[in-house]
Structures are given as C-alpha cells and as structure tokens.
C-alpha cells in the first residue's frame, strides 16, 4: 500500500442507469416510468468506485475486497438517469478500510448513503488460499 493512502481522499464516479441496472416489477399499464436503479446495482456500483479508487494506492500484487455494505437506498433512480457515487476513506486501520457513501442522481441529493468497507489483500496469497478451499470443496459431501 503507498503513502498516498490517506483519510479524507475522495472519489466520485458518474454512472449511466442503463437497463442491466434497473428492476422492473413496478412495471404497470406502460403509462408511467417504472424501471428504477436495483439496489444491487447501486451496490456494485459502490464496491466498483471504491476498489478502482484503491487500485491507484496500492502496490503490484495488492486489491481489494469488500467485506461489508450497510446502505439506505432512499430514492429511486430512472432508467436513462445517472447516478453519482461520492466515496470517502474515513477509516484506514491496517489493511481494514471503511468509506462513507453517498449517491446521488439529477433530481435528489441523496439517493443511497451509508458505509463501505474494504480489506487490502496480496492477491497471490489469495488465489493459494482459494486453490485449497476449492480443492477441500473437490472432497466434501
């Protein structure tokens, strides 16, 4: 991890809502816009922002993966809107990250908020450690 890694950075990152990105089954009589930003959508799209945020401060062989998500999904978001999720490193213990989150779109300020946190990994370490689990899932019942 570089020494560029500091609380109080920020990133945002404008995401086009796109039909991959929406649910439907508000859908009615085709009368009135129904297709709206999928919660899990916009949580992909924080875990996205974050880990290419962090990409940037850490050293070859170092990612990320998140380890928790605590949001409020507040307003909707439409299809063919965009959403802009704001992320700011508010905690750095060790390799343990925390990021506040905010998500907004054209019309409302606060679409999603909450926390995000992320855990520095060496990714070689990793892929050995899931190479054993896939191997002693290979012998399971």
């Known amino acids: 991890m570089k020494d560029t ?8 990152r404008r995401f086009a809502i796109d039909e991959p990105r929406t649910i439907d089954f508000l859908a009615g009589n085709g009368d009135t816009p ?4 999928a919660t899990p959508a916009l949580i992909e799209d924080i875990e996205r922002t974050c880990r ?3 990409l940037e401060h850490l ?4 990612d990320s993966l998140g380890t928790a998500v605590n949001i409020q999904h507040i307003a909707p978001t ?3 809107m965009w959403a802009e999720v704001t992320a ?4 750095r213990d060790g390799r343990g990250l925390c990021f506040a989150v905010n998500v907004s779109d054209p019309i409302d300020d606060v679409v999603a908020r909450g926390t995000h946190d ?3 990994i060496d990714v070689a370490k990793t892929q050995i450690r899931l190479s054993h689990k896939a191997e002693a899932f290979k012998s399971a019942p």
């Not at 129904?34 to 930003?37: G, K, P, T, W």
């Not at 700011?88 to 905690?91: A, G, I, Q, S």
């Open 59 to 62: 050293d070859p062989g170092e």
């Open 88 to 91: 700011e490193l508010t905690v």
């Open 34 to 37: 129904a297709r709206v930003y």
């Open 52 to 54: 290419e945020f962090l």
């Open 118 to 120: 992320r855990f520095i």
């Open 5 to 12: 890694l500091e609380t109080g950075l920020k990133v945002t």
């Open 78 to 80: 439409l299809l063919g």
